[in-house]
């Protein structure tokens, strides 16, 4: 990787730009064949892959120049606008590119070794704000074009990589055609301290994003959501601080998102997270010792994907609720 930039200061405004080359080489080694016929063998587990399965090589090797420029005015001693235009790219996760085959019946799984890295570009547009006091307010918009985006896709009778047998369903990583992102997004810290007594202790974090995304899948199939992206997220918490005891009640927020692209949009899958409240806490015993109890997910809220719509699910996930109780010793 290569990497050149130049920061420059006018005034109340800064200006950095700059480039990053980058040249990626990987090779990937793994098995292709049948998991229940390995299964059924008795044998050492390299008896069962000399016997089942055929060995899987792929070398693959690109070169990404990745410009960036940013501009930071400061308004006065208060506010600050900040803008910057990127381009990044997102490589896919390792369990996606080894050319793994793993067959059931007429049904497989497979990694693609023929991925591209998804290429986004990225502008971002903040405007910031510090009160008199603890706290910020902050609001922004952001626009992404994304190129070779990555999602999970089940194909419908393919062979994979020039194999002869077609297969009924498989299920891979494959890249998208083109993605658009477009949103904004708000952040608020404050510290209560104008609250009478005790409750001056009192902090409230808030932030919220709202998102528009359409993504191209290809083919027939028609357009939707980019898979991964919610409509809406967001975070509330309340804290309450002293010299001893730290204490924060929070939840989250986010709509149902796109994590499996079908045939069509009556076949996608779609995950429904579970809006969780959190209560956290921690006392300062002396400069040494702290006691913590952490409770995730009190209302036990469970994990739901469905097809097409929530009328459909196919799958509920209930974890329970977490109490982690300990302590903290500082030598």
Same mark, same amino acid.
């Given at each position: 990787?290569?990497?050149?930039?130049?920061?420059?200061?006018?005034?109340?405004?800064?200006?950095?730009?700059?480039? &990053?080359?980058?040249?990626?080489?990987?090779?990937? +080694?793994?098995?292709?064949?049948?998991?229940?016929?390995?299964?059924?063998?008795?044998?050492?587990?390299?008896?069962?892959?000399?016997?089942?399965?055929?060995?899987?090589?792929?070398?693959?090797?690109?070169?990404?120049?990745?410009?960036?420029?940013?501009?930071?005015?400061?308004? +006065?001693?208060?506010?600050?606008?900040?803008?910057?235009?990127?381009?990044?790219?997102? &490589?896919?996760?390792?369990?996606?590119?080894?050319?793994?085959?793993?067959?059931?019946?007429? $049904?497989?799984?497979?990694?693609?070794?023929?991925?591209?890295?998804?290429?986004?570009?990225?502008? $971002?547009?903040?405007?910031?704000?510090?009160?008199?006091?603890?706290?910020?307010?902050?609001?922004?918009?952001?626009?992404?074009?994304?190129?070779?985006?990555?999602?999970?896709?089940?194909?419908?009778?393919?062979?994979?990589?020039?194999?002869?047998?077609?297969?009924?369903?498989?299920?891979?990583?494959? +890249?998208?055609? +083109?993605?658009?992102?477009?949103?904004?997004?708000?952040?608020?810290?404050?510290?209560? $301290? *104008?609250?009478?007594?005790?409750?001056?202790?009192?902090?409230?974090?808030?932030?919220?994003?709202?998102?528009?995304?359409?993504?191209?899948?290809?083919?027939? &199939?028609?357009?939707?959501? *980019?898979?991964?992206?919610?409509?809406?997220?967001?975070?509330?918490? *309340?804290?309450?601080?002293?010299?001893?005891?730290?204490?924060?009640?929070?939840?989250?927020?986010?709509?149902?998102?796109?994590?499996?692209?079908?045939?069509?949009?009556?076949?996608?899958?779609?995950?429904?997270?579970?809006?969780?409240?959190?209560?956290?806490?921690?006392?300062?015993?002396?400069?040494?010792?702290?006691?913590?109890?952490?409770?995730?997910?009190?209302?036990?809220?469970?994990?739901?994907?469905?097809?097409?719509?929530?009328?459909?699910?196919?799958?509920?996930?209930?974890?329970?609720?977490?109490?982690?109780?300990?302590?903290?010793? &500082? *030598?």
């Amino acid at each position: 990787a290569f990497y050149g930039m130049a920061d420059m200061k006018f005034g109340k405004v800064n200006f950095i730009g700059g480039a &990053r080359m980058e040249k990626t080489s990987s090779t990937y +080694n793994s098995w292709a064949g049948a998991v229940e016929d390995a299964e059924d063998n008795e044998g050492t587990i390299d008896e069962s892959l000399a016997a089942y399965f055929t060995a899987q090589k792929v070398t693959k090797e690109y070169t990404n120049v990745l410009p960036m420029a940013h501009v930071r005015y400061e308004v +006065n001693d208060q506010a600050l606008v900040r803008a910057a235009y990127t381009e990044t790219i997102a &490589r896919a996760d390792f369990a996606a590119l080894v050319p793994f085959i793993a067959t059931d019946g007429d $049904d497989a799984e497979a990694g693609n070794p023929e991925l591209e890295s998804a290429h986004s570009q990225n502008i $971002d547009i903040m405007l910031e704000y510090y009160p008199a006091g603890l706290g910020v307010f902050s609001f922004g918009y952001f626009s992404k074009s994304i190129d070779n985006y990555i999602y999970t896709s089940t194909l419908q009778d393919v062979s994979i990589r020039g194999g002869f047998k077609v297969y009924d369903e498989v299920s891979m990583p494959v +890249n998208g055609e +083109n993605a658009t992102l477009s949103g904004w997004e708000m952040n608020f810290v404050k510290n209560l $301290d *104008f609250l009478p007594g005790p409750l001056s202790n009192l902090s409230l974090y808030f932030n919220y994003t709202s998102t528009d995304s359409e993504a191209d899948y290809g083919g027939n &199939r028609e357009k939707s959501t *980019f898979p991964g992206q919610a409509p809406s997220t967001g975070n509330l918490s *309340f804290a309450y601080e002293t010299s001893k005891l730290t204490a924060r009640f929070s939840q989250s927020i986010a709509d149902q998102y796109l994590v499996e692209v079908g045939g069509d949009k009556d076949e996608d899958i779609y995950y429904d997270p579970a809006n969780r409240l959190d209560l956290s806490l921690s006392y300062n015993l002396n400069n040494k010792i702290t006691l913590f109890a952490d409770m995730l997910n009190i209302t036990n809220v469970p994990h739901v994907y469905f097809m097409g719509d929530a009328s459909k699910p196919v799958e509920k996930e209930v974890y329970g609720s977490t109490i982690k109780i300990g302590t903290n010793y &500082r *030598f």
